[in-house]
């Protein structure tokens, strides 16, 4: 996506995200994880776009994605401590309605789930017990909507979040992706 994106807009998105990351680590060391089986790197971050009356992003959390998508996750585990790891996006065009990150008041608990990873409306909490996340429930939540330009950092690993159906006339573009210590926190990597 880098080099691409580098010639369609000619702003260097790797090389600004590095940049601000180094100075919020202090003199740790920034880095993008390598591929399986050591090859190539993973990529920095993907560029979502959400289109008006059909683009949002279902509730999730990282930890969960974890339980889910175990292959990818085993393997990034060899070099980051991936739990608990942070959600990272550049706001590049904002919904003009709708499109804002909502985080829930539910933090991430072995044996939470939902009915499938695609579903949106409900998470299924370890005792059985099931919590409505749909628009009107009672669940406390609070929702962000950066301006374009805006870099967000926020703890996606345990917050349960969404983002909202877009609507208006704009897309809804983001650049985004995760960022996580190693081991011996020396090093933070950031990854899609
Ligand atoms: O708006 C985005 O690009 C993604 C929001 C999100 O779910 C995340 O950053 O973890
Ligand atoms: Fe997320």
Redesign the pocket.
Known sequence: MSETFKKLTGFDFNKRLQSILEKLVGGRSVDVPKGFDGEGRYASGSI?V?YPGQGF?MV?C?NYFQQEFPVFYDHLQTEVNVKDQL???L?VNPAEIGGE?TLFDLLWEGGQTKESARHDNEVFLADGTSLDTSPNSPLKRSKVKPNAGDL?I?S?GPIW???ELVEGTQN?I?????LAFTEDEKTLKYWT
């Open positions: 979502r959400n992003i999730h990282g959600s990272y996006f706001t990150l967000l926020f996606g979040h969404k983002v809804r983001t650049i985004g992706g995760f």
